[in-house]
């Protein structure tokens, strides 16, 4: 079985799918599943404010270990505009199985489109959270002229549409409504999570000196994250536990550090308030170990991979509705639930850095939880799907 993955980026600052599609893509060959990875070679997110072009360094860790192959990206970077990423597809759709598209509304999706219809080779769609409500609602009018020449077919004629949870299944059901669906979560390395540094390797940057509380989101710095909300809420902590420090990590690649860096100075927590930048390897888990209390207030989040890894590395976490795995979280009392308001979210975070107790214990049930990701447990969900998708 040989599958081709198309994705707009691969470098790791983009989040999520990248890191997925290279893991992936490595624990699948146990499956008898070869891979191939096609992308830009777009060193940030197609939203970004400014390109730059990868390097190998910027690749997530697996990725050494599976074929990857870069196309230059030119103007509209917007659009991850490749032409000879179109080029190549055409050229090799051909020699795979299956094409797994991933994301939605750019030229990457498009190019795999065109190349395997022509090919006939059966394909699957990840919509990667592009389809929530939330996100359909921003930039209308390119997302409408974009479906009506082409994604809306795109998606009609996929052999499945893979979701990541129930609750996003739930929220496309009217996307190409006879389009079966697959519902796989994303996948991590679980043991991965389980060598956090001991002690203080991170505690004193974040801490700014002090011995407070510390409250962390890692992830990247996007407007759907909630941010916004989460310095309010921390400000309303602030209050009564003035020692206590947010530590904000990720790539900013939308320019939102200034307004959040003017929003905690107007909340009078601008010394609390860390911008840590992107971290990675040893850094990101020497993070995850200072965390008190781990953070996400997302209005959209159609799985929440950064959520997985808090628990797999034993945080204590607090998330909102508008992550999708949220209610299963919440059932199995392996995080804390509150709406995405800074009152709530306050009071949530506010709960557990009184109360250590409750932490050890949530995050106890947080990284046995989280062993349900490990990919292998998902890889065969995977390898399910393709044989079925070539199969039919």
Known sequence: MRVLHVIPSMAARTGGPAAVVAESSAALREYGVESAIFATDMAEA????????????????????????????????????????LRSLLREAAGYDVIHIHSLFLFPQLAAFLAARRAGVPYVVSPRGALDPWLRRRRRVAKAVAGALWQA?????????????????????????LVPRATIPNGIVW??????????????RSRGGGDGPVVL?????????????????????????????LVIAGPDDEGLRPRLDALA?????????????????????AALAAADVWALPSHSENFGLAVVEAMAAGRAVVVSPG?????????????????????????????LIGDPGRRRNLGGRAREYARRYDWQQIAPQLAAMYEEVSAA
């Open 46 to 85: 197609a939203s970004a404010q400014r390109h730059g072009r990868v390097r190998a360094t910027d690749l997530p860790a697996a990725a050494r270990r599976v074929h990857v192959r870069l196309h230059r990206a030119r103007e509209p970077y917007r659009l991850a505009f490749a032409p000879s990423l």
């Open 153 to 177: 077919e795109m998606l009609r004629g996929a052999s499945a549409i893979h979701v990541t949870s129930e609750e996003e299944g739930r929220l496309i059901e009217d996307v190409a409504p």
């Open 191 to 204: 043991r991965d999570f389980q060598r956090v540094p001991e002690g203080d390797a991170f505690g004193s």
């Open 217 to 245: 989101y890692l992830g990247r710095l996007s407007h759907k994250k909630g941010l916004d909300t989460l310095i309010r809420a921390f400000a309303l902590v602030a209050r009564e536990e003035p020692r206590a420090r």
């Open 265 to 285: 100075a107007a909340e009078g927590v601008g010394r609390g308030v860390t911008f840590a930048g992107m971290l990675a390897g040893d850094e990101r888990l």
């Open 323 to 351: 992550v999708n795995i949220a209610r299963e979280l919440g059932e199995a009392g392996a995080a804390v639930v509150a709406e995405a308001s800074p009152a709530r979210f306050a009071d949530a975070i506010r709960e």
